[in-house]
């Protein structure tokens, strides 16, 4: 019997996600909350894409007490990485229903699909599922309004990479070393749209993800193109040097191609962390440069700028102020500086 994907996380990713597999006819269900929550219910999603906008019907809950699991349940982990420990903590102790409708296994028996950004949420599924499956994805996709996404990319929505988590944990099965389980996920994604590949190590491709996301916040910045280069290459050296020393494996193989096309009335080219800046919703930025924070403070590597970088956005979120009210050149300034960006915007 075919997967049901349980999409936890109506935003970006998921919503689009969720979309793209209601519109290849594969079995879904989005969680949704909040105003998010209210427009899929009452609208479905809505998808803008260069050329047409969809209106897609997907059936949508707001938590795993609207629904019945069962052994055909894949759940998706489509939330920022900052609200994954919460998700994945309501959604493993359920009870999981076998086809006599009899509670024979629980949610943490269900593999898990994690699309986080940065390195940290495998570890955090794994705490308590057993069937992780990390997915480093790449799509241009947006979502500021409650219940539409913006996807750039048609007929290609995304590009993937996705692998058993850790990677000695495949399945010495009937098929040796295959992975069955991955290459069906892998299927139904590309049914759904997506440029998937197969990978052996997730956690290098999801490190080689993390050096691109490094500059997510300098997008929320003021300051020159010139500024944007200097920081994001000072950022990406500091998180070389630091998996360096972590012993942090970075994939080499060539990055997917993702063709980006305008969409009407859209203002392409704002990442994730811009979106939630937009929203006033809180950031990943603790699990990005954070996460090379953290690991230059485990294994003694310096890292000034992407502390900067944390600590100015990190003040910012928690003042609930919006992209561009503080500028680049702090983050470059060779001084740990406290933030000031309540100054900056009564300025
Ligand atoms: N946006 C993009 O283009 C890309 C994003 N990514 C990564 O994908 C991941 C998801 O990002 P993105 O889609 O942008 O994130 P969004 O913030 O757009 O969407 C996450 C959604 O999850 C919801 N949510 C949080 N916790 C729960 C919960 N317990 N139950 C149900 N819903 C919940 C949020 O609700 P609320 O709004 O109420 O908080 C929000 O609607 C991130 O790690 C990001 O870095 C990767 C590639 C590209
Ligand atoms: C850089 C990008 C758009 C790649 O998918 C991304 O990961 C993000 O917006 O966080």
Redesign the pocket.
């Known amino acids: 019997m075919s997967n049901r994907y349980v999409v ?8 689009l996600l969720a979309a793209q597999l209601e519109l290849s006819g594969q079995a879904v269900v989005l ?4 105003d ?1 929550l209210a427009a899929v219910a009452e609208h479905g999603v809505r998808v803008r894409r260069p050329r047409s906008t969809e209106q897609v019907r997907v059936p949508v809950v707001a ?1 795993p007490e609207q629904l019945r699991l069962t052994h055909q349940d894949v759940l998706v982990l ?4 900052q ?1 994954a420990e ?2 994945l903590t ?1 959604w493993a102790w359920l009870p999981v229903s076998d086809e006599d409708g009899l509670p024979t296994l629980l949610g943490a028996d269900l593999p898990v699909l994690t ?4 390195l940290a ?1 495998e570890d955090l599924a794994l705490r308590r599922f057993r069937r992780v499956y990390g997915v480093s ?7 500021l309004t409650p219940g539409e996404v913006v996807s750039p990319s048609y007929p290609i929505i995304g590009v993937a990479w996705l692998g058993r988590y850790p990677a000695n944990d495949r399945p010495q099965g009937r098929f040796g070393r295959r992975d069955v389980e991955a290459e069906q996920y892998a299927h139904d994604l590309r049914a759904a749209g997506y440029d998937v590949d197969l990978v052996d190590d997730i956690q290098a491709y999801k490190a080689r993800k993390l050096l691109v ?1 490094l500059a997510n916040g300098l997008g929320v910045l003021l300051g020159t193109d010139d500024e944007r280069e200097r920081a994001r290459e000072l950022l990406v050296a500091e998180a070389r040097a630091v998996f360096a020393a972590a012993g942090v494996e970075v994939a080499t193989a060539s990055p997917g191609h993702l063709v980006v096309e305008p969409v009407p009335g859209h203002v392409a080219g704002h ?3 811009w ?2 800046f937009a ?1 006033g ?2 950031s ?1 930025v603790d699990h ?1 440069n954070g996460e090379i924070v953290r690991l230059g403070r485990r294994h003694g590597v310096p890292t000034p700028v992407n502390e900067r970088l944390q600590r100015l956005l990190g003040a910012q979120a928690a003042a609930g102020l919006p992209p561009g009210v503080n500028t680049i050149d702090d983050v470059l300034a060779d001084e740990t500086s406290t933030p000031r960006p309540l100054t900056r915007l009564e300025a």
Request: glycine share 16%.
């Open positions: 936890i996380g109506a935003g970006a990713v998921g919503a969680v949704a909350r909040g998010n938590g489509a939330t920022k990485t609200d919460e998700a309501r699309f986080q950004n940065g949420t994805i790449g799509v241009a996709a947006s979502h996301n990442l994730s962390t979106q939630s929203r919703a809180s990943e990005l």
